[in-house]
């Protein structure tokens, strides 16, 4: 059967892909057809990824320019075209209230979270889609919109990359559509601190009733690559189970708040993979 997408024997790469909505994305784009290129920090994580999905891997840090650069001439050299970029990797590091910020950690949150997707697609349209064109689409998140306790720096950043989504929407047109997706709260490691051992409480606090998994992600990120969204630039999609209007719905306090000012991560780094 012909994917509804348009997307057989196109190419893309998908940033933070070993793992969570990264690997649910690279999967999904394989099943729409389309041949993938993948990265991560984890070396080990991108190699199982490339192995059970049968795609191309290269590990390294989306902060590092030179490593944007070798995963854009890897799919170039693999597929012979670029025609999806998938920005993905984040990191939720410095987490904490702003007065308490390291000032290191949150030049590190916008280096990976808005300047790498920046450049990722100056590597991309330098390489392929300034003359044949494409699609980018950017994972953003339903908190660029409001504030939220020891989120600050996340919240900033994704806000940036949101109107970074719009500004290359509007001069990339008409070769390249750029659009985002913003996830209200997925079942990922990076949100496991939030989600763990509150999960009937949280998807409560819901009007949809559950929180989010990382397949509902994948599937507005394909559509929005896709030749169905064909005459969709500088969108937003939100995909959040209904969090924005829970309060028309639900009588009770944002649970996720409540989470986020008595729970923290892990001290990771923070990065999605």
Known sequence: MTSPYGLSGKAAIVTGASRGI??????????????????ARDPGGVSRVAEELGVVGLA??????????????????????????????????????LMDADTDRWREAFTVNVEAPLRLVQCAWRAWMAEHGGAVVNVCTEGAAHVGPNV?????????????????????????RVNSV?????????????????????AAGLPLGRIGEP???????????????????????????????????????????????????????????
């Open 182 to 202: 913003s996830p209200g709260l997925i079942r990922t490691e990076m949100a496991r601190f939030v989600w763990e051992r509150a999960e009937d409480e949280l």
């Open 22 to 39: 990264g690997r649910a994305v690279a999967q999904a784009l394989v099943r729409a057809g389309a041949r993938v290129c993948v990265t």
């Open 152 to 176: 600050g720096a996340y919240g900033t950043s994704k806000a940036a990359l949101l109107h970074l989504t719009q500004q290359l929407a509007g001069e990339l047109a008409p070769k390249v």
């Open 60 to 97: 390294g840090s989306v902060a590092e320019p030179a490593h944007l650069r070798a995963l854009t001439e890897l799919a170039l050299r693999e597929f012979g075209r670029i025609d999806v970029v998938v920005n993905n990797a984040a990191t939720n590091e410095p987490y904490g209230p």
């Open 215 to 273: 397949e509902d992600i994948a599937r507005a990120v394909v559509w929005l690559a896709s030749d169905a969204a064909e005459w969709v630039t500088g969108a937003d999609l939100l995909v959040d189970g209904g969090t924005r209007v829970r309060a028309a719905a639900v009588p009770r306090a944002y649970a996720v708040h409540e989470r986020l000012r008595s729970q923290a991560p892990p001290d990771t780094g923070g990065t999605v993979s």
